[in-house]
């Protein structure tokens, strides 16, 4: 709590000027050139509405295309792609109907909408950071409703905002009590108006509905792991903090089915030595900091639920670090247990630190059974699998027989609600049932299809424990979800990659973007060193061997200073400048030490594309080639 | 026409049976290979919704690949991301809230709803069909009708269900009027209910309406071409057809932005000599056949509008052929004038030819400057380029100036839309009303946004021609846009590809898709011959060759016979099959001539990617290893 807490005022500190700075500096760099977009901005835009442009469209595209290979193809995944658009019975079983909602209080002259959430933090804040008069116990106070706030019901956040006269931000009039607004973006499919559907919040439904199907094209063998990557909605009451939080964003989302009696993952040993930063529910609970654990300690002293989930940990790991997230402001963040769904083993988010706090950008859930059995329950459609026993298997089942002819005597049309009632016991309810029956001869049970308890007498029916042999097992899967906010992971790599330099002269600041040569929009560009035709045509051919080779670049034959050329790449995060400045030999330029060696013409595409792949590292290139001191060039 | 009405018949004649039978065998092997899956299939789907099962998100991941490579990057486009939910300004500003509709009847009594014209295409064609005792003049009625069925109004549609009879097919109930259904989906953004927005109906909208920054960011230079990849959503009344007409969609879209005086490309010559099906608008309209055409030709003798056009038709040409579609079933058809939008220069569609007739799978249109001059006027945000001339130009301006006080006197309060309508005057109808100024000293100017016309005397204006200096030209540039549905794209592909062939005993056919390596879900899979745990180390180790290569592969080590593994992998067009037979060298074998070679194990890998990557062809090693004549095996 104390952490929340922590966590939650941050940025009200003086570092929080800095930050601010940093921020404005970076979403300066990012909108200017053209990282992003706020959508429709000739129309004056939409709130939680972002394009990407060029170089932001590329680092995306390279982003998903790491992830592609990183899971889907290295893990075999079988990867799906499935409509936005979702009729209402899919949200329905899925409780997105129901329960995806936001609480919302109304401006009650305007109309206008906020969170009601967000007004009483930042009430709350203001207050601690502005009020230095405030008591101590008032302190306390506020502080203990910023740490619970997230757990609020509508009434208890109602009643503090009457308690504060909390009013609307903009006019000061008086708010509505809160209500729940759902943030699914509602539409209509067909012409008749009479099948709702809505814009999906996560692209894991789509998964879940087509298990039956995947399962077999696996040939009916757990643990599988289905993927997909597209479009998800969330019409947020007021979006803030930019990038982070949008209406409409793209997610990345895997869904590992496995067999509940055995998690356990072949290429768990893959990952079991890697070692960050891991915030166990305990050491929140306690008031401790974040500590550097070694995966395989997490699971084999219990921390970590189990090893799948311990496998996705550090696959998550892996692909974060890999794209240029900073591991010492990466952690994986245990939900505590107030946090996860009744029906979740465990969960740990992949938190990473950036000027906004600590933000969650992956969720990695053992979600238990819950989302197979509830379309199950819905569709009518049994999503199970099968376990094949080599030899029969001798089990000891319940077994239910109600005694139809005296349930009906006994409740006339009500016989088939108290006959099914009676057959979803569970063992422990029916072997109570029974014990009760046995010693007293009736027992009340309550049927819930009839909202009332009915008197079972032993006549009615008869609970027995019989051995069977078994040929199989049938059972609903786990499913180990580890879900990918694109958009998020993005930012924060922007963030993380973000620093500036002075110039030569020193008299300004330069923007640099260390992209590592996988995410980078543009893996490199040629300049002609002066404006000159023979300059040009190596420049031209140069660049057709890159496209050769697939690698992206740009030629920049304006006749701008090279230092000027080089700076605007570097606020492009391109890694390598090629020179063109002699028609046999040229220049390659590292953008973050600035660096030059001198390669032949011919070598220059495969050297680019070595470096770029990751086949060698630019410190092997530059033990081959010889380094080239410039004089004339930026440095 | 006559095409047309062929075209609309076809699928009658005897050859029809045939495509009936193909088609629906190849859409069991597409359904049960989950290439394609009905979405929500467990609560009996969605009309129009489809999902992409494994081997088909593959094949589509593949041609958005295929299509980035090819376009954005051999091309230096600006690739941008955009949201799908758009604000109704937007949409109003292009049209699509006011026009982008298609006429609906509805059954009066139950409601249900159908598209006009489809039910009286419907009843024509069976009417053709099946009444053999039609009198001649009914028949040509008829043909006609069919042949200019997409050119009816409300009203004409309306007069001819009448005339006809025509009820509601499921019922025999009587139909309402036609009237106009908007095919977007609507939905609401934020939670006041006072922002309607819809899910965009294409993707072009996002690129326009940045066309400032996109311009600014390419240096304020022309041409240059922006793209964008992402789903697009029509809310059809009833969609028919499978894959091809669906209510959510993969487009891939690109703008290119160029000088409407100057429509020439630099890269033309690349493409000047291909040679492929033409069906300009002169052939269809005298009745001929699509033709073998030159593009270098059909550009000079001015049968496609300009270069720039002319370039992405051979562009196209090129991208659909490399994906493996029949160059003998594709054709560029040319819009008729009538079907063309009255803005657009010129328009030429790539039809490729299916068991459903020749289908519409990419559009090339040269849109002039419909687009950004409707969302400059509706937006006020001017998005123009400009001209720097090298020296100052002398220039012939037109100039109109309105008297003010004059106008004021006469028309007070609507003096302002007088002014505005006066400055609005293109040339000719300046220069015609200064006529009449000067011989009759009065006219009647019709002012719109006063809905009535008024007389202007000369003493209220004086118009002239004078002559300025100019230092640059300000102009709205051209945009050519070719536009690629990527799932008919991809439907196409599997007729295309698709094939079936005897089984060594001859009993049964077997599927087959031969897929290019380019596009193959899977590029290759690896077979133990018989189960061993030596031949699966090596599966194992040739495996991980290939990931650290990039390939994407199946290891298999069920004991199904090695035909049977070869038959399962053929119908899912995996294009290699390496089957390891002993621990020093493996075989590879060709999915369609079903040739195998011998090759030592460490160089498998990078012979499987040489060929898929296309440096090699299989001919090429089949020259370099020896032939293995299998004899245990399928042939």
């Given at each position: 709590i104390e952490n929340q807490l922590q966590a939650a005022i941050s940025g009200s500190t003086s570092n929080g000027v800095n930050k601010e700075v940093f921020r404005q500096t970076l979403v300066n760099t990012l909108e200017r050139r053209l990282f992003y977009i706020p959508s429709f901005k000739i129309y004056r835009g939409v709130a939680g509405l972002y394009d990407y442009g060029p170089p932001g469209c590329a680092v995306k595209s390279n982003v998903l295309a790491f992830w592609r290979q990183h899971f889907v193809l290295e893990e075999n995944m079988l990867e799906v792609d499935c409509p936005c658009v979702t009729p209402e019975v899919v949200l329905k079983a899925s409780g997105h109907v129901e329960k995806f909602t936001d609480l919302m209080v109304k401006d009650e002259k305007t109309g206008t909408c906020y969170r009601a959430d967000h007004l009483l933090k930042d009430f709350c804040k203001e207050k601690l950071e502005k009020d230095l008069s405030l008591p101590v116990e008032k302190v306390t106070e506020l502080k203990h409703v910023l740490a619970v706030l997230d757990e609020f019901s509508a009434e208890e956040l109602g009643s503090k905002i009457k308690e504060y006269g909390i009013t609307a931000p903009d006019t000061k009039n008086s708010l509505s009590d809160p209500y729940p607004f759902n943030l699914m973006f509602q539409t209509s499919i067909g012409p008749s108006g009479l099948s709702p559907g809505y814009m999906r919040p996560e692209t894991a439904q789509g998964i879940f509905v087509n298990f039956k199907d995947l399962y077999y094209y696996n040939g009916n063998k757990l643990p599988f792991a289905a993927a997909q990557i597209g479009q998800a909605f969330r019409n947020e009451i007021s979006p803030r903090q930019g990038l982070l939080r949008v209406?409409?964003?793209?997610?990345?989302e895997i869904e590992h089915f496995v067999d509940p009696d055995d998690k356990s993952h072949p290429r768990y040993g893959d990952v079991v030595d890697l070692e960050f930063l891991m915030f166990p529910r305990e050491e929140q609970m306690s008031g401790q900091e974040a500590k550097r654990l070694r995966l395989g300690e997490a699971v084999s002293k219990g921390i970590v639920n189990n090893e799948t989930l311990g496998y996705f940990i550090g696959r998550v790991y892996l692909f974060?670090?890999?794209?240029?997230i900073d591991k010492e402001r990466l952690r994986f963040r245990q939900h505590l247990a107030n946090e996860m769904a009744h029906y979740a083993a465990d969960c740990w988010d992949a938190e990473i630190e950036c000027s906004y706090g600590w933000i969650e950008c992956v969720g990695i859930a053992d979600r238990s059974a819950y989302d197979l059995r509830a379309h199950s329950d819905k569709s009518g459609v049994p999503l199970v699998a099968h376990e094949k026993f080599l030899e029969p298997r001798e089990v000891e089942k319940l077994v239910i027989a109600p005694v139809k002819k005296e349930l009906g005597l006994a409740f006339k049309g009500n016989q088939k609600m108290v006959v099914e009632a009676l057959e979803a016991m569970d063992e422990k309810e029916a072997m109570e049932m029974k014990a009760t029956l046995e010693s007293k001869g009736e027992v009340e049970f309550q049927v819930c299809t009839l909202g009332k308890a009915v008197t079972i007498k032993s006549c009615m029916v008869s609970i027995s424990k019989e051995k069977k042999k078994e040929h199989q097992r049938v059972f609903t899967p786990s499913v180990i979800e580890p879900s990918f906010g694109i958009g998020r992971i993005i930012y924060c790599l922007f963030e993380h990659s973000f620093y500036?330099?002075?110039?030569?002269?020193?008299?300004?600041?330069?923007?640099?973007f260390s992209f590592p040569p996988l995410v980078a929009p543009i893996k490199c560009t040629v300049f002609p060193l002066v404006q000159n035709q023979q300059y040009e045509e190596v420049a031209k051919q140069i660049s057709k061997s890159?496209?050769?080779?697939?690698?992206?670049h740009k030629i920049d034959i304006t006749g701008t200073s090279i230092g000027k050329r080089y700076a605007r790449t570097d606020e492009?995060?391109?890694?390598?400048?090629i020179t063109v400045d002699t028609t046999t030999t040229v220049t390659i330029r590292e953008r973050d030490s600035k660096d030059q060696i001198r390669v032949p013409i011919e070598k220059v595409a495969s050297i680019v594309k070595e470096v770029t792949d990751g086949q060698s590292t630019w410190g092997d290139v530059q033990w081959i080639y010889p380094t080239h001191s410039s004089i004339s060039a930026d440095e």
């Open positions: 209406r409409e964003f793209t997610l990345a974060l670090t890999r794209l240029g500036t330099r002075p110039s030569k002269g020193g008299d300004e600041q330069l923007n640099v890159l496209t050769a080779v697939g690698i992206s492009l995060g391109v890694p390598f400048a």
